[in-house]
């Protein structure tokens, strides 16, 4: 379920260099146990949203966002000087960008509402709140 924001939402990487906001909604939060978002974030997981691609702004230090590509269809967008990832483009869906929440400086107004990928997830982590797992991705499933 959308959050519903009353101005825009701000974040930005560790060193302050990226700034961005978010005009728009977050929605489909969820927590990704992927091996890529395992390494990407040196976590057991990454916490993540989804926003309209139009509604996302870099406010500041565009110049220094670099982008890796994890997978054929997705490229992970980081600061440069800091390392802090901050987004997913999706080149297969870009109407859409993902949000590392950990990244926003406020409330988002959504939760995480599911695990996915969690066949991949790091072995050391057991997964304790009630939300639904899938061991890929809804719709995926086999």
Same mark, same amino acid.
């Given at each position: 379920?959308?959050?519903v924001i009353n101005s825009p939402l701000r974040g930005g990487c560790l060193c302050g260099a990226v700034r961005y906001e978010i005009t728009a909604p977050l929605r489909a939060a969820e927590h990704c146990h992927c091996g890529m978002c395992r390494k990407?974030?040196?976590a057991a997981f990454s916490t993540n949203a989804a926003v309209? $691609? +139009?509604?996302?702004?870099v $406010? +500041?230090?565009a110049d220094l966002l670099s982008e890796y590509p994890s997978s054929v269809n997705r490229r992970k967008c980081?600061?440069?000087k800091c390392g802090s990832q901050l987004f997913i483009r999706r080149l297969?869906?870009?109407q859409l960008t993902v949000i590392a929440l950990g990244t926003l400086d406020d409330d988002p107004a959504v939760r995480p509402q599911r695990h996915v990928f969690v066949a991949s997830k790091a072995p050391?982590?057991?997964i304790a709140d009630t939300l639904p797992q899938f061991k890929v991705y809804p719709g995926v499933e086999s």
């Open positions: 379920m959308p959050g990407a974030h040196g309209a $691609t +139009a509604a996302l702004t $406010t +500041a230090g980081f600061c440069s297969n869906d870009p050391w982590y057991a």
